[in-house]
């Protein structure tokens, strides 16, 4: 039986968390799993994915399907073993496009991916601005990337409960630039956020690392620039828990996902249930 696809959603409260660098070497360390993996770019004003990814030149992007001036298939590109739907940045397709973007073409795109795929990642815009609550509501998962600080994890927090109300499932966060002595241990950021929302593992504690910088400058995904390195290790074993590989309990919903990807956006953006 082919497998269901998987949608996840990569998402902060505050902004630079790591969610861009997680989305695309998560998905790229899905793919060395032997997983196919599409990674999107929904962080349309922002849009960095593809430069993580080493995509200097997408002539046809995000932009161009929403806009329906170019079919899912002409904005995919392949790099290290993914496919990328990169959102590219031009300045008048910003602001025309965020003005503009249709739900019916959000959910056409994004069933036709679904379709494509066993993983699509979504990288999240950080806040909870449209394109934010688009980018979580268009996947049945969310992984939520804090830094190990206070403020963080109540910026967690609350971007866990947007996805509780988008109806989007999280069973576990990531603790990302961990490692300095005034940081706030694994043990503690568990305990914080049971406090708040019941149970929350952390499922992958990744060390600030000059790696992830140094693969950044070469355009080229950490997990591939230096895969020994401890930030890559991490993200490994990330991906062998999400992908339901290890004995981990990350237990992926078993209904089909197409559908109720559609409901959930739907209800998000229009307040009405289908
Ligand atoms: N574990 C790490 N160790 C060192 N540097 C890191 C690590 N993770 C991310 N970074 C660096 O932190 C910066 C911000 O990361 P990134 O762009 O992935 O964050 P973001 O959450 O997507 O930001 P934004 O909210 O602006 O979209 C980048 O320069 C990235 O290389
Ligand atoms: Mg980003």
Known sequence: MK???????????KGGTGKTTLTANLGVALGALGK???ILDGDLAMANLSIVMGL????????DVLSGKADVNEALYTNYGIKVLP????????????SKVKRERV???????????????IDAPAGIQDTTIIS?????????????TYTSLVDAYKIVRLANVLGSWTRGMVANRTGKAADLSTEEIEQFMGRTLGAMPVLADIPEDPKVQEAERDGVPVVVYE????????????????????????VPYEEPAIRET?????????????
């Not at 959102?87 to 965020?98: K, Q, S, T, Y």
């Not at 509501?137 to 990337?145: D, F, K, Y």
């Not at 895969?227 to 590989?245: Q, T």
Request: with cysteine.
């Open 3 to 13: 497998a269901k696809p998987r949608s996840v959603s990569i998402a902060s409260g």
């Open 36 to 38: 196919k993996v599409i």
């Open 56 to 63: 200097t030149k997408c002539e046809t992007n995000f932009f």
């Open 87 to 98: 959102c590219g940045f031009r300045f008048e397709d910003v602001h025309d496009a965020l």
């Open 107 to 121: 959910e056409e795109v994004i069933n036709e991916l679904l379709r494509q795929t066993e993983f699509l990642l």
């Open 136 to 148: 979580i509501a268009a996947a049945r998962e969310m992984i939520p990337v804090c830094n190990p």
């Open 227 to 250: 895969p020994e390195c401890e930030a890559s290790v991490a993200i490994n074993e990330l991906a062998k828990l999400v992908a339901g590989e290890a004995d981990l309990p990350y």
């Open 262 to 274: 559609t409901s959930r956006l739907i209800r998000a953006l229009t307040g009405r249930s289908v």
